[in-house]
């Protein structure tokens, strides 16, 4: 009677290992239907995906910077535009007077303690001479210097060699964020402010093409205007220029009813001397924003910082007589528009991207480069709003480690707070997990509730 339930036993097991198996054979066979946020698309070319693969100048504009670079015969370029390039990534905002004030205060009340504490009797005017002195070679030594760069036509040949390219990486990965997130956008009209050699005109040719009716390029210096217009005639002044339309001026226009589809700063902000000048700047260049507001910085904290002053002066300090009521919003990098949590945390770390390029070719200048770099873009549109069962879209603000049946993912979420989710097919679906193995750093990947565990392990982490 024992052997008997024993064997009924086993054979009742049996039948169920056995129709396991068949469930999961059945399952793997049959196609499972794609999440929502997919839109159809496979995995490896999901709706977040934003990053490009490695940029390359736009071949007219190549042959155009080689031929005015060997004419100009620069002596020591190398040597130069490496010394120029350190000077540009290094550069600082310069300190504000009401900052430079207080830490003055600070040191003299600190050496008159000291001073009081070491000595006794003591002529009061030459303490105060002597303090005064100490006070001020201190700040010469620890303040940052901040000059403006003047660039004449030497220079101007020196930045081309050494900022040109990478300059031009940047501005095209911040602008394939409009271009794959908003297909139907469609820009005629462009201003660049602080144009310097006409890189955001190239970059967003490549973008929309012929559909800019009209470029205006603005910068003070009268030599960046004159390489930039012989970059467009490919260094032949009697040649048509490559992109129609383009206008170079010295000074913004003066009316705030002229209006432009897609205003971009790149590499400017860190030009002004001071934050009433950056905020002013802004402000202006919100005002001609018809649709989109691009602002591109240095991937430094300083770079980095000088956005999130641009963003906090758009968002929480509204102009009193509007010209377009249509509010600003975040529309990239930042799933939102809370204090940036990587300001909130110490060591203060920037938020930034990585693009890789072909740099301008140069004797000893052949392999590929990566440009650091941090960006800001604002829109009039309202945020689209999400379905409940919509997931929220996070940013990837670090390189994706990919492992085996896990990826590592470091994320900037929709409420503001930073996330390192390690994301397996168990947990957060098979469509999340294979779209975070094919994310990399800057994309936008879907974060969803996370399900239940299954017993069985899935096919996509064996």
């Known amino acids: 009677m024992a052997s008997r339930s024993y064997g009924a036993r086993f054979l009742c097991r049996r ?6 198996m068949f469930r999961s054979v059945s399952a793997a066979a049959q196609p499972q239907p794609k999440a929502d946020f997919l839109k159809g698309e496979p995995h490896r070319k999901h709706p977040g995906l934003t990053n490009l693969k490695t940029v390359r100048l736009p071949e007219e504009l190549q042959a155009a910077a080689r031929s005015i670079i060997h004419g100009a015969q620069v002596p020591q370029l190398a040597e130069r535009t ?3 390039t350190n000077l540009l990534w290094s550069r ?3 300190v504000e007077d009401l900052t430079l004030r207080q830490k003055a205060v600070s040191l003299e009340k600190d050496l008159w303690e000291k001073a009081v504490q070491k000595t006794g009797d003591l002529d009061e005017q030459l303490l105060e001479d002597r303090i005064r002195k100490k006070v001020l070679s201190e700040l010469r030594r620890t303040t940052y210097r901040w000059t403006p760069l003047k660039y004449d036509e030497e220079l ?3 930045y081309m060699a050494a900022r040109l390219a990478g300059g031009y990486a940047a501005v095209r990965r911040a602008l394939n964020e409009i271009k794959k997130r908003e297909p139907s956008f469609a820009p005629q009209s462009l201003l660049d402010f602080g144009s310097g050699l006409g890189t955001v005109a190239w970059a967003s040719h490549s973008c929309w093409g012929d559909c800019l009716k009209e470029l205006v390029c603005v910068d003070s210096s009268v030599p960046m205007n004159v390489l930039a217009e012989r970059l467009l005639k490919g260094d032949d002044e009697r040649a048509e220029p490559h992109i129609k339309q383009v206008y170079f001026r010295q000074f913004l226009p003066v009316s705030p009813k002229v209006q432009f ?6 590499f400017t902000l860190s030009e002004l001397p001071n934050v009433d000048e950056r905020e002013e700047a802004v402000r202006t260049l919100w005002r001609k924003t018809n649709s989109y507001l691009v602002l591109v910085e240095n991937g430094t904290k300083e770079g980095h910082q000088m956005l999130m002053e641009a963003r906090d002066t758009l968002l929480k300090k509204p102009e009193k007589v509007l010209h377009d009521p249509r509010p600003a919003s975040v529309f990239a990098p930042c799933p939102h528009e809370m204090t940036c949590p990587k ?9 930034n991207f990585q693009q890789r390029y072909q740099p301008v070719h140069l004797p000893g200048r052949h392999e590929c480069q990566t440009e650091k770099f941090s960006y800001l873009i604002l829109s009039r549109a309202e945020p689209a709003e999400t379905g409940p069962q919509s997931p929220d879209w996070g940013r990837l603000i670090a390189p994706v480690l990919r492992r085996s049946r896990h990826v590592h993912c470091h994320l900037c979420c929709a409420d503001g707070q930073l996330q390192h989710a390690v994301v397996t097919a168990r947990k957060h679906s098979r469509d999340v997990y294979r779209c975070a193995r094919n ?6 990947l879907p974060v969803v509730q996370t399900v239940k565990e299954e017993a069985v392990v899935s096919d996509s982490e064996r």
């Open 15 to 20: 039948s169920v290992a056995v129709k396991m």
């Open 82 to 84: 490496h010394r120029l």
């Open 92 to 94: 600082k905002r310069a």
């Open 156 to 158: 101007g040949v020196v």
């Open 261 to 266: 589809d897609l205003v971009v700063a790149a």
């Open 343 to 351: 300001l909130t945390r110490e060591p203060i770390t920037p938020c």
């Open 439 to 444: 994310s990399d750093w800057g994309d936008r």
